[in-house]
């Protein structure tokens, strides 16, 4: 068991807390706030031990300078001081003298916000590439260190890794309430144990169907995933999306022929053609070359639906078709139909099934939703992630010279 928050002890110290507040914002404004709620237990519970507060996020991709201006996190700042009510100091700069004095200075109760991590990355990749002299300038800010960013747990970044070999550190009540959450998946779910798996690319998924296969009872496939394994059944699949990759496709293959009881694939789908965008509901087996796979038909439903409704434990990650089209959405809809009505049995996996959720009116309904995307999958996949496994049981930490 990793350190946990809930038993340290961290009153009136200085707290570095690594949230994820990676959110989409559109001209300005938060469209989703979901991860910014689910940090508040932790920054709340701090606030009420009478620490001092330093809050560290990524926010986006920073490849320019350029990007800098599309990424500041004064949005979350300003957001964060309505959710808690009170003002909250700002440090565009994550390495300066400024920055420190602020940090040291800073008295119970107070919150400091640094900038988005990843502006590091401009030009040196000071974040994305662990850097320990960075990690240790950062670390010298703060007292203790609470990971509380399960999304970005599977990347050996400098603030994810890197300030934990200095400080003492544990997992705030969101990281922790994710592993044990993913902890039913890996170690005995009640079963039958049915996996859903969509999205579009096989080959990013490939290492967790492999993981997954030989837990689950029942594996859903759905999306451009599907569009794979039925081309490596050898289906024609049209001018849909698919792996090229023939070792994928063999690898396919394999895993079909040694588990060919547990998998279930599309019966029929509502397609478009490369040029037509006219939707079109079709059996599997009549695809032609220029149609394009782009939902589940009803035939594919009620199948997946009989499965779901015999399981007692139902992992989904990804969805059924482009969600985002309506024509194309219905599938998606269904499914998540199906599972609302046995709620407490499912857990959804993060990324863009999470966003598919929130954009089709299901925000609120399920209680297990991972905030984690590609941590949630390689989780389940290795059962530990680079930033899970910085967190130590044992105080092995090198003492720095303040």
Avoid at 172 to 191: C, Q, S, V, W, Y
Avoid at 329 to 351: D, P, S
């Amino acid at each position: 068991m990793k350190k946990l928050l809930k038993n340290m002890y961290i009153n009136n110290l200085r707290v570095i807390l690594r949230c994820d507040f990676n959110v989409p914002i559109t001209n300005g404004n938060i469209t989703d706030e979901t991860k910014i709620i689910k940090s508040l237990e932790t920054i709340n519970y701090l606030l009420n031990k009478n620490c001092k507060i330093i809050i560290l996020s990524h926010l986006g991709r920073i490849k320019s300078i350029e990007d800098t201006k599309k990424y500041s996190l004064l949005p979350i700042k300003n957001l964060l001081e309505k959710y808690l009510n009170k003002p909250i100091k700002f440090a565009d700069n994550i390495l300066s003298e400024e920055t420190k004095n602020i940090a040291l200075n800073l008295q119970s109760g107070e919150i400091l916000l640094l900038e988005n991590t990843r502006f590091l990355d401009i030009p040196n990749k000071l974040e994305s590439v662990y850097n320990d002299e960075i990690a240790k300038k950062i670390a010298s800010l703060g007292e203790v260190f609470v990971f509380d960013s399960f999304a970005v747990a599977h990347r050996n970044h400098t603030t994810v890794t890197g300030i934990s070999k200095y400080l003492p550190s544990c997992l705030g009540f969101l990281a922790e309430k994710e592993l044990n959450m993913l902890d039913k998946l890996i170690t005995n779910p009640p079963r039958p144990f049915t996996v859903i798996m969509g999205g579009a690319k096989v080959d990013d998924k490939l290492k967790i169907i492999k993981s997954l296969i030989t837990k689950c009872d029942h594996l859903l496939v759905c999306g451009g995933i599907a569009n794979s394994f039925l081309a490596a059944l050898r289906l024609n699949v049209g001018a849909s999306l698919k792996t090229q990759d023939a070792n994928i496709i063999a690898e396919l293959q394999k895993i079909m022929l040694a588990n060919k009881e547990k998998f279930a694939f599309p019966l029929d789908a509502i397609t478009t053609t490369t040029y037509s965008n006219n939707p079109s509901i079709k059996n599997i087996n009549e695809i032609e070359k220029d149609d394009v796979i782009k939902d589940i038909g009803a035939k594919t439903i009620n199948k997946y639906r009989q499965i779901i409704n015999e399981s007692a434990t139902i992992f989904m990650n990804g969805t059924m078709g482009i969600y985002e089209e309506k024509a194309f959405a219905n599938g998606t809809i269904e499914i998540l139909n199906i599972l609302k009505n046995c709620k407490e049995k499912v857990i959804i996996g993060g990324g863009d099934t999470t966003s598919a959720i929130n954009k089709l009116g299901f925000k609120d309904v399920f209680n297990s939703v991972s905030s984690g995307g590609g941590a949630t999958l390689e989780y389940i996949a290795n059962q530990s992630l680079p930033g899970i496994e910085a967190i130590s049981e044992e105080d092995e930490i090198e003492i720095l010279d303040l």
